[in-house]
């Protein structure tokens, strides 16, 4: 029988039960001073002696008593047969209170001649002039930096005192295989752990992960029961939801208490809290994205509460850049694409779904809609939180478009130059759209080869008012793929995969159709749309569909065989004002480079011909093989 959540707790409940429910363990280690960086510290460090112990020399010259250097001018100089020769960090012996730099300085047989008195403790590092004995170097609660470490070993620190926290963490579930080994269908690799362990890690707590347990009660018991004697915080991965296999809570609910299990918040809804032992037992979900947000709202919160560092995180204001809906009652928490747009900060929401795990790989910040909130209208300005260095906003290029393999590469070439590219694939209607609202730097399309853009009804539609520019990428091959190599009579016989209308790919399909006489009717498939050629590519892999239309360049990546029908510009639109844009401007030089058109040519499929050319909407004649130092007005 499968479980319902029939009382969900709130965001805000669950977490202030699981920070009011456990209080701070209070266990400290000392640790060597090498291996501090990241910990927090637990009791006061003090300088074991003072730096210098001893005045030293700040600069080469010589040390002098700066009352025998009184009255000395360039008119009245003077000479001091009474000094010592030092260099920078020498001792200055106790009879000296000055140094001369030896700039200043003249020979004069074994004396030396100055012009300019000297001050007292001139160029000089008096003693504890960084640090005196036993006076404060760190304070309880610091945060350990790497810059601390050099301070600490100059002052005669070996180790340090730290916080610590024992996290014991269990994967559960038999459809579970060990990082390393290839997962068969119907498996999938244990990741949420190794997450959790790296995570928790970086903020100090000191992580053991348990083996692999299978989908057996007594199994979950017996490592529960070890793992609440080792430590202070207990996860339990994969086994929190209300499915018919689940027995986290079964099993803590036989050793302990059970808190809550479920709580209002996506992805992340199964979550569950319970005690054993005084220690708290946390249940992760499996999906990908809830068990991080369950580790960041969460799992997070209770170490600080114990004093251990946050989870770094940096809100920003951004405007969205489409509506963002959300099921009111539920705090939610949305992966986003941040990036400088003109004067705003436009963040685009990379979708929702919990399995999703390359969301977050792809988005640099997330943000989070209260419960009470039923979503927010595109534009609007709310928080988010960057997951990255916040200086990455102003290298980051946005795309809103059609993907293809080529732009994967621009992307890995564009990274060497220090700009990041963060791009979505809607398809190309989206894009036009993303940049008449500005919320998008450019726009990847897939267009008719060699057509006039004038008779493409979609871009007319969607253009108006926009003075764009076209800078071609490819021509491509667009086809058949299939595993089985087939072709366009076979399309009867065969499980076929379409994408939506208005797409290129659409468009030359239905052509092909009516040039073959085939009744679309007679195509099994045909009405089911997926977005493009890289998910039609997904579901003939999958064994969804047989066959569908997409590019050689995806196919080829994809290892599924190709037959050629048609060809298409593969182009990257933007505002023409955009071209004076530094991070445009560096695109349109890597595309022109001979690096990126050798990387498309060894991948095959790509028509290089027209490589970099830049035009304008209504004309196909030729901008500029290269971006022009000033752009003219007028060029349409």
Same mark, same amino acid.
């Given at each position: 029988?499968?479980?319902?959540?029939?009382?969900?707790?709130?965001?805000?409940?669950?977490?202030?039960?699981?920070?009011?429910?456990?209080?701070?363990?209070?266990k400290?280690?000392?640790?060597?001073v090498?291996?501090?960086?990241?910990?927090?510290?637990a009791?006061?460090?003090?300088?074991?002696?003072?730096?210098?112990?001893?005045?030293?020399?700040?600069?080469?010259g010589?040390?002098?008593?700066?009352r025998?250097?009184?009255?000395a001018?360039?008119?009245?100089?003077?000479?001091?047969?009474?000094?010592s020769?030092?260099?920078?960090?020498?001792?200055?012996?106790?009879?000296?209170?000055?140094?001369?730099?030896?700039?200043?300085?003249?020979?004069?047989?074994?004396?030396?001649?100055?012009?300019?008195s000297?001050?007292?403790?001139?160029?000089?590092r008096?003693?504890g002039?960084?640090?005196?004995?036993?006076?404060?170097?760190?304070?309880?609660?610091?945060?350990?930096?790497?810059?601390?470490?050099?301070?600490?070993?100059?002052?005669?620190?070996?180790?340090?005192?730290?916080?610590a926290?024992?996290?014991?963490i269990?994967?559960?579930?038999?459809?579970?295989?060990?990082?390393?080994?290839?997962?068969?269908?119907?498996?999938?690799?244990?990741?949420?752990?190794?997450? #959790?362990?790296?995570?928790? =890690?970086?903020?100090? %707590?000191?992580?053991? *992960? $348990? @083996? &692999?347990?299978?989908?057996?009660?007594?199994?979950?018991?017996?490592?529960?029961?070890?793992?609440?004697?080792e430590?202070?915080?207990?996860?339990?991965?994969?086994?929190?939801?209300?499915?018919?296999?689940?027995?986290?809570?079964?099993?803590?609910?036989?050793?302990?208490?059970?808190?809550?299990?479920?709580?209002?918040?996506k992805?992340g809804?199964?979550?569950?809290?319970?005690?054993?032992?005084?220690?708290?037992?946390?249940?992760?979900p499996?999906?990908?994205?809830?068990?991080?947000?369950?580790?960041r709202?969460?799992? #997070?919160?209770l170490?600080? =509460?114990?004093?251990? %560092?946050?989870?770094? *995180? $940096? @809100? &920003?204001?951004?405007?969205?850049?489409?509506?963002?809906?959300?099921?009111?009652?539920?705090?939610?928490?949305?992966?986003?694409?941040?990036?400088?747009?003109g004067?705003?900060?436009?963040?685009?929401?990379?979708g929702k779904?919990?399995?999703?795990?390359?969301?977050?790989?792809?988005?640099?910040?997330?943000?989070?809609?209260?419960?009470?909130?039923?979503g927010?209208?595109g534009?609007?300005?709310?928080?988010?939180?960057?997951?990255?260095?916040?200086?990455?906003?102003?290298?980051?290029?946005?795309?809103?478009?059609?993907?293809?393999?080529?732009?994967?590469?621009?992307a890995?070439?564009?990274?060497?130059e220090?700009?990041?590219?963060?791009?979505?694939?809607?398809?190309?209607?989206?894009?036009?759209?993303?940049?008449?609202?500005?919320?998008?730097?450019?726009?990847?399309?897939?267009?008719?080869?060699?057509?006039?853009?004038?008779?493409?009804?979609?871009?007319?539609?969607?253009h108006?008012?926009?003075?764009?520019?076209?800078?071609?990428?490819?021509?491509?091959?667009?086809?058949?793929?299939?595993?089985?190599?087939?072709?366009?009579?076979?399309?009867?016989?065969?499980?076929?995969?379409?994408?939506?209308?208005?797409t290129?790919?659409?468009?030359?399909?239905?052509?092909?159709l009516?040039?073959?006489?085939?009744?679309?009717?007679?195509?099994?498939?045909?009405?089911?749309?997926?977005?493009?050629?890289?998910?039609?590519?997904?579901?003939?892999l999958?064994?969804?569909?047989?066959?569908?239309?997409?590019?050689?360049?995806?196919?080829?990546?994809?290892?599924?065989?190709?037959?050629?029908?048609?060809?298409?510009?593969?182009?990257?639109?933007?505002?023409?004002?955009?071209?004076?844009?530094?991070?445009?401007?560096?695109?349109?030089?890597?595309?022109?480079?001979?690096?990126?058109?050798?990387?498309?040519?060894?991948?095959?499929?790509?028509?290089?011909?027209?490589?970099?050319?830049?035009?304008?909407?209504?004309?196909e004649?030729?901008?500029s093989?290269?971006?022009?130092?000033?752009?003219?007005?007028?060029?349409?």
């Amino acid at each position: 029988m499968v479980k319902r959540y029939l009382e969900l707790r709130s965001f805000d409940e669950a977490r202030d039960l699981l920070r009011k429910s456990f209080p701070r363990p209070d266990k400290t280690e000392k640790v060597p001073v090498m291996q501090a960086a990241g910990r927090i510290v637990a009791s006061p460090v003090h300088a074991k002696y003072s730096v210098p112990e001893v005045n030293l020399a700040a600069m080469d010259g010589i040390a002098v008593r700066s009352r025998d250097t009184v009255g000395a001018t360039d008119t009245n100089p003077i000479t001091i047969d009474h000094f010592s020769r030092v260099n920078t960090g020498n001792i200055v012996p106790p009879e000296f209170d000055a140094v001369i730099m030896i700039e200043d300085v003249w020979e004069a047989g074994d004396d030396f001649r100055i012009r300019k008195s000297a001050t007292p403790r001139q160029h000089i590092r008096p003693a504890g002039e960084d640090i005196r004995k036993n006076r404060l170097v760190l304070p309880k609660g610091h945060l350990i930096r790497p810059f601390d470490i050099g301070a600490l070993a100059t002052y005669g620190i070996t180790t340090v005192e730290v916080l610590a926290v024992n996290v014991g963490i269990i994967p559960t579930g038999s459809e579970l295989v060990p990082l390393g080994v290839r997962p068969a269908p119907g498996q999938v690799v244990e990741s949420n752990t190794i997450m #959790a362990q790296v995570f928790l =890690s970086q903020m100090g %707590a000191r992580c053991t *992960r $348990y @083996p &692999i347990v299978l989908d057996d009660p007594d199994l979950i018991r017996d490592t529960l029961r070890l793992a609440v004697k080792e430590n202070d915080l207990v996860l339990i991965s994969a086994g929190s939801s209300a499915g018919t296999r689940d027995f986290t809570e079964s099993v803590i609910r036989s050793l302990g208490e059970l808190i809550f299990h479920g709580v209002a918040v996506k992805p992340g809804k199964p979550a569950m809290l319970g005690r054993v032992n005084n220690t708290p037992v946390l249940g992760l979900p499996g999906y990908p994205l809830a068990a991080q947000t369950v580790l960041r709202e969460f799992a #997070a919160p209770l170490l600080e =509460s114990w004093g251990f %560092a946050p989870a770094p *995180r $940096y @809100p &920003i204001t951004v405007h969205l850049a489409q509506p963002l809906v959300s099921d009111l009652g539920f705090d939610e928490f949305v992966p986003v694409f941040i990036g400088r747009i003109g004067d705003r900060i436009i963040g685009t929401a990379h979708g929702k779904g919990a399995a999703v795990q390359m969301a977050t790989v792809k988005a640099n910040g997330y943000t989070h809609i209260p419960a009470s909130v039923e979503g927010y209208e595109g534009g609007t300005a709310i928080e988010a939180f960057l997951t990255t260095d916040p200086g990455s906003v102003e290298r980051t290029v946005m795309l809103t478009g059609t993907l293809d393999p080529a732009l994967e590469e621009l992307a890995l070439l564009a990274q060497d130059e220090g700009l990041f590219i963060h791009a979505t694939n809607p398809g190309n209607i989206a894009g036009l759209r993303s940049l008449a609202k500005n919320t998008c730097h450019a726009a990847p399309l897939s267009l008719p080869a060699h057509s006039l853009l004038t008779s493409y009804e979609p871009l007319i539609m969607y253009h108006e008012g926009l003075d764009l520019a076209f800078i071609h990428l490819a021509t491509m091959e667009l086809g058949i793929a299939s595993r089985d190599g087939l072709d366009t009579g076979d399309l009867p016989h065969a499980k076929f995969i379409n994408t939506r209308k208005g797409t290129p790919s659409r468009s030359i399909f239905d052509g092909l159709l009516k040039r073959e006489g085939i009744n679309p009717a007679q195509v099994d498939g045909y009405l089911l749309e997926v977005h493009g050629p890289q998910a039609v590519a997904a579901a003939i892999l999958n064994g969804f569909a047989d066959a569908g239309m997409c590019t050689s360049g995806i196919a080829v990546a994809e290892g599924l065989r190709f037959v050629p029908v048609a060809h298409e510009d593969y182009e990257l639109v933007v505002q023409s004002e955009m071209l004076y844009d530094p991070r445009i401007s560096t695109l349109v030089s890597l595309i022109t480079s001979p690096r990126f058109q050798a990387i498309l040519k060894k991948k095959g499929g790509y028509d290089l011909t027209l490589t970099g050319i830049i035009r304008g909407l209504n004309s196909e004649r030729i901008l500029s093989p290269l971006l022009p130092k000033n752009f003219p007005a007028g060029y349409t």
